[in-house]
């Protein structure tokens, strides 16, 4: 038989478990290309070899090119890549999933689908945000309520601590320099956030349109996991560019965004929070990289794939 032309794709004793990868590395201004079964990155101070093996997705910022060898070795390591902005505050396009088993989409789906599995996942995110507040028995309207009385407090509680007047959150999408300077920041910021949360979710394989809380829009998952951050990171920046004064607020909030972003390992926290809400606590550790298809047999039931079912089998 003829021998496949390329190089051979790892074996699964070589991948690394989900977990214990490395869960994104950013590049930019960069050439990435494949040396063996590592991940080449060359830019004017060298060349780094990465792991393909040991890495969760692999952020391509501005400036960077990629090979064609270089994506293969990523597909077939169980890795993925992501289009994005300066170190990650712009989604634009991805790669296939890290995750090579559906599970968890289907878990999203699955909860997303039944009244009180979806008010349950709301629930825990509001749980996740407002850690002082007993929300284990509250309707949705309720969890509303409570929210947009917490984040009033945090808008004025903002506006006191850096002396930037606030009159209330509102902006039209169509004339985004329409509004007041410290609107114009929340937006920037809020949309860098909207980026990585993006790329974090197709990464693990989820779906970014299947939300709990926000529903309707081909983003509504992204828009409620950037919620479980924009109290600790992007409203207290968002007020700190404005009282700051700079000459371009919407490049300064960015910046301060994509440094924060960094500092606080707000890819590894999203990673981690997204697998706590939709997966049982005995499967968050789960492989992702079983490379398995079954069949539905109904009734929750799954059959062996690969075969003719039937009479005379």
């Known amino acids: 038989m003829a021998k496949r032309p390329g190089p051979p794709p790892p074996e699964l004793p070589e991948l690394v478990r989900a977990e214990d990868r490395i869960s994104f590395i950013c590049l930019e201004h960069a050439v990435i290309h494949r040396d063996q079964n590592a991940i080449t ?3 004017a101070r060298g060349t780094v070899h990465i792991p393909a093996a040991s890495l969760g997705a692999l952020l391509l910022g501005p400036g960077t090119s990629v090979t064609h060898q ?22 634009y396009a991805h790669g296939r999933s890290l995750a090579r088993r559906s599970r968890l ?16 996942v709301a629930r825990a995110m509001y749980g996740m945000r407002f850690a002082d507040e007993e929300v284990g028995t509250l309707t949705m309207q309720q969890l509303r309520g409570r929210e947009g009385a917490r984040v009033r407090a945090i808008y004025r509680n903002e506006s006191r601590r850096t002396g930037v007047p606030w009159t209330g959150r509102t902006y ?14 929340l937006t920037s910021a ?20 299947l939300g709990f809380v926000h529903t309707g829009h081909a983003r509504s998952f992204v828009f409620d996991i950037a919620d479980l951050y924009k109290a600790e990171i992007t409203i207290p920046i968002a007020f700190d560019a404005v009282a700051a004064g700079p000459e371009d607020i ?18 590894s926290r999203c990673s981690r929070d997204i697998r706590t809400l939709l997966l049982p606590t005995d499967e968050t550790e789960a492989n992702l990289l079983d490379n398995v298809v079954e069949l539905w047999d109904g009734q929750g039931r799954h059959v062996a794939s690969g075969r003719s079912y039937g009479t005379g089998e």
């Open 105 to 120: 989409l289907d878990a999203q789906a699955r909860l997303v689908s039944n009244q009180s599995s979806r008010l349950a």
């Open 250 to 267: 919407e490049s300064a909030t960015r910046h301060a965004v994509r440094d924060a972003i960094v500092a606080n390992g707000v890819l």
């Open 172 to 185: 039209d999408p169509d004339d985004f320099a329409g509004g007041d300077v410290i609107n114009t920041a």
């Open 70 to 91: 270089a994506i293969v070795l990523l597909a077939e390591s169980g890795s993925t890549a992501v289009w994005v902005g300066e170190q990650g505050v712009r989604y």
């Open 41 to 43: 990155a060359t830019d």
């Open 190 to 209: 809020h949309q860098c956030l909207y980026g990585v949360v993006h790329a974090v979710v197709v990464a693990l394989g989820g779906t970014p349109g």
